[in-house]
């Protein structure tokens, strides 16, 4: 008994003739709408002069680095109010960055610290 492939059926199985491979429309040949209308964001804000070419730039001072999760503790009657505050500047549609509050009071705590 001699077994012998059908090339032709395979053929049409791998050209498209397949039930089970059927070939999809790629998305780029799909028509797209032409557009008729093109869209400019104003401006917002004041712009930002540039100095001619030759005039140096004004030097800009360095972010200062933060330092993440240092390990303090503060008392619970502090951390609640800390919080309100925030909640209460965020109702107002400011940041209300507990984490700024507690660097700024650390700045003023450093510069009395340094003036004594």
Aim: charged content about 30%; cysteine-free.
């Amino acid at each position: 008994m001699n077994k012998k492939l059908n090339t032709t059926d395979i053929a049409n199985e791998l050209t498209g003739a397949s039930h089970f491979f059927q070939r999809r429309p790629i998305p780029e040949q799909t028509a797209k709408p032409p557009v008729t209308e093109v869209f400019q964001e104003k401006p917002q804000g004041v712009p930002v002069p540039v100095p001619p070419v030759g005039v140096p730039r004004t030097p800009v001072p360095p972010r200062r680095l933060i330092r993440q999760r240092q390990p303090f503790d503060v008392f619970e009657d502090q951390y609640h109010k800390l919080k309100q505050i925030a909640d209460d500047e965020r109702n107002q549609g400011l940041p209300g960055s507990m984490s700024r509050m507690v660097r700024e009071a650390i700045d003023q705590y450093l510069e009395k610290r340094k003036q004594s």
